[in-house]
């Protein structure tokens, strides 16, 4: 049977608008990102989407956003973190190298790409294996990037990373098809789009 997973970057943080490093370490949601939150909820709701489970990363920042999207109840998972980026956690992300990162933050105590992929792939592939069709995952910026790239080569041409800017803004929305073990992106709903959609 076809299921269907909404991955959701969480809001913007307050570190995210002090353009800090921010892995397993954490900071509030903004004003704004509290708003984008919002804007994700009323986007399923005027789609008519329910979810059957709902999940988030341990981290604050994506259960507040959950709790804006949907009042459901939730649960919270340490596989859902973000990459560890080790000693760089809060400092500024101009020590960030070029992308891709690669296996950088490991001389500074942090996460393995591949490792840290993987954790995210057997993550998601557990959750599908629960009960309902409809799950909703509140997570961070490079969790779905890895997860994305993970599977581009089942996505639909159009939202392969060859042909979209590997750029997730907050809030972001993937929306994947899952069957038979496999993930196919088919479609990505922006935070810019939601406000589109709203205002026409």
Not at 3 to 8: E, F, Q
Not at 131 to 138: A, D, F, K, M, S
Request: aromatic share 12%; charged share 25%.
């Amino acid at each position: 049977m076809e299921k269907t997973l909404y991955l959701v970057r969480h809001g913007e943080t307050l570190f995210n608008a002090q353009h800090k490093i921010q892995g397993w370490c954490d900071s509030p949601l903004t004003k704004r990102g509290i708003q984008q939150a919002k804007i994700a909820g009323q986007y399923f709701r005027w789609s008519g989407i329910t979810f059957d489970q709902a999940y988030c990363s341990t981290s604050e920042r994506t259960a507040d956003t959950l709790e804006q999207i949907t009042s459901q109840p939730y649960t919270r998972l340490k596989g859902l973190k973000e990459w560890h980026f080790g000693q760089l956690e809060g400092e500024s992300e101009t020590l960030n190298p070029a992308l891709p990162y690669q296996d950088f933050f490991v001389k500074f105590g942090g996460e393995e790409e591949k490792a840290f992929q993987k954790r995210a792939v057997d993550t998601c592939n557990d959750l599908m294996q629960q009960r309902g069709n409809t799950i909703l995952v509140v997570t961070h910026g490079a969790f779905c990037g890895q997860f994305r790239k993970f599977w581009d080569r089942y996505s639909r041409p159009e939202y392969r990373t060859n042909q979209q800017s590997r750029q997730i803004g907050n809030c972001c929305i993937f929306k994947y098809e899952y069957h038979e073990k496999r993930f196919a992106l088919c479609e990505i709903i922006n935070h810019e789009e939601q406000v589109k959609r709203m205002k026409g």
